[in-house]
């Protein structure tokens, strides 16, 4: 059986000022173990790489971006690319969060374009797939899941990430059960190995990514397709984001 090292991302969204994330960083080197019990990556807003990239700097924990645009540069206002990210020692980014795919309405050929191109320039998409309730009540999870990953699937052989991330337990308090986080991590995983191979897909990481917490974070992790956690709310607290590694790992 493949040993999937742990993955816990932290995605602080538009939250955080300077000294919150030097302050942030500190903790996190202070009070990790060394070894550390898996692999951790920190998503800041994008004004806030340097101050990562300060702190970070010859550490083991990585950041990465939010999000990026699928071309090195050009006349797109408000846009990060893949080089403005690689400048400031990212080595991951977000692809395709519910909130980029809701609030700016990225469909699926887009975020496929953006996981093309994190892997071009050497950064490592975390693609993230998930229903809505609508959808999730209508029976459809399934179709939904397998139709956003088939669409922005990366070829065989580049590093990359997968984060299920139940939009309906986004943000809301509402947490899938560990049974049902499992159930779409093992779809997942199953289409994965369709498409690339069992091989390959017994190497990926899935993170849950659905109002995790310390206290669910534990009974979550134990389940076999999880491997750690793509954080929002709770990881803006660094003691919460301590609390949730500690929990998974013990």
């Known amino acids: 059986m493949t040993q999937r090292r742990p993955l816990f991302a932290a ?14 960083a500190d903790r996190l080197l202070r009070e990790l173990p060394d070894p550390m019990p898996g692999e951790i990556v920190l998503f800041p807003p994008f004004t806030l790489l340097p101050a990562l990239a300060q702190r970070l700097d010859r550490s083991s924990i990585a950041w990465g971006g939010q999000d990026l645009h699928p071309e090195d540069a050009g006349a797109h206002t408000g846009d990060i690319s893949a080089l403005h990210l690689t400048d400031w020692g990212a080595s991951w980014v977000l692809c395709g969060h ?10 699926d050929a887009q975020i496929a374009a953006k996981v093309a191109q994190a892997q071009r ?19 459809r999870t399934e179709a939904v899941l397998r139709a956003q990953l088939s669409a922005a699937l990366p070829p065989a ?26 159930e779409a991590h093992a779809l997942l995983r199953a289409a994965v190995a369709e498409r690339l191979g069992t091989g390959a897909a017994g190497e990926l990481r899935i993170l849950y990514g659905g109002s995790v917490k310390p206290d669910n974070a534990g009974e979550l992790f134990a389940r076999p397709d999880l491997d750690g956690f793509l954080v929002g709310g709770a990881s803006l607290d660094p003691g919460s984001f301590l609390d949730i590694i500690r929990r998974s790992v013990r």
Do not use: F
Not at 98 to 107: D, M, N, Q
Not at 121 to 139: K, N, S, Y
């Open 121 to 139: 320039r050497g950064l490592v998409p975390l693609l993230c797939v998930g229903e809505t309730a609508a959808e999730r009540e209508a029976g």
């Open 11 to 24: 995605n602080w969204k538009m939250n955080l000022r300077r000294a919150d994330a030097e302050t942030y």
């Open 157 to 182: 052989g580049g590093p990359w990430a997968l984060a299920y991330e139940p939009v309906w337990a986004i943000g809301t308090g509402r947490t899938a059960t560990p049974d049902l986080a499992q």
């Open 98 to 107: 519910s909130e980029r795919r809701a609030e700016h309405g990225e469909s």
